[in-house]
């Protein structure tokens, strides 16, 4: 069987499918307070097309898929595709990433499915005036009850983090002391440009070594053994029962091993999280393409991959990074 592998010999296994651009939220660092164009529905990629995209990719050797938004339980019918998803034996897990503001009504659904084993659940304050200034919508009860729910859960939890240059950099070490009794695993990221603006102007550089450097004047800690493919760096802080990580999302020193592709909402194909998209899957499959010409134009495309995100970002041809994150798929 072929394999998604690029010029680089990095195979590709993961994909991660943004099943909507909408969102109940307006995260600062996401949208603007007045959110994005939203596509017409009929621009949307079906649930049938895209379980049909992840069938084909899982027949090139892909075996995990990330599903985002905007927020994906914002979507109908959202965990009927994840019963549909789980029907593909050649997915070894679905994971997906929430805002947790409409996911806890589901989450006993969510668990009686085998190859769900992730939760990302996003954080980004521990209080709740940050949190709505941040979000721009006052639901940190509904979201911390979803973190509770979810922690007691068989699920994975992972918080994503982002980390944002005078908002929430003093409550970085708050989430590390969570996972002293909490068995999560909290995520710390680099904040990026997609705001559906441009990079805001920050008061200083929170990267990797800074983030690191300040969970440090709290806490002694020990990195511990992460996938070669991993996004993150993890760590353990001694006697606590979960771990941290953080993501150099924006210093990108993670792409050597990147194995992932992505595939928006709208059926825009995309090698990197920086580039602007590369290939329209929706029009070719509305058009009539079949399994074969699919998978031709995956092993084709893939091929294409930059060797990271700095290549990728320089090579765009629709100006600087400005899309929101929710077009793009978290």
Known sequence: MSKLTDNFGRQMEYV???V???C????????????IDIVPRQELLTFKEMYRLIRVLTELGVNKVRLTGGEPFVRKDFVEFLKMLSYNDLLDAINITTNGALISQHISKIEALEKVKNINLSIDSLDREKFAKITRRDVFPEVYKTFELLEKSSLNLKLNVVVQSGINTDEIVNFVRLTKDKNVAVRFIEEMPFNGTGQRKMQENWTFNKILEEVKTEFDVCEIQSE???TSKNYKVENHLGTFGIIPAFTRTICNDCNRIRITSTGTFKNCLFDDGVFNLRNFIRKGASNDDLKELFLR?????????FIA???RTKGNVSESMSTIGG
């Open 16 to 18: 991660r499918l943004a």
């Open 20 to 22: 909507t651009d909408r």
């Open 24 to 35: 109940n939220l307006r995260c600062q660092y996401c949208m603007p307070a007045h959110g």
């Open 228 to 230: 070669k493919s991993s």
């Open 301 to 309: 495309l893939v091929k294409d991959k930059p060797e990271n995100g």
């Open 313 to 315: 970002e320089a090579n």
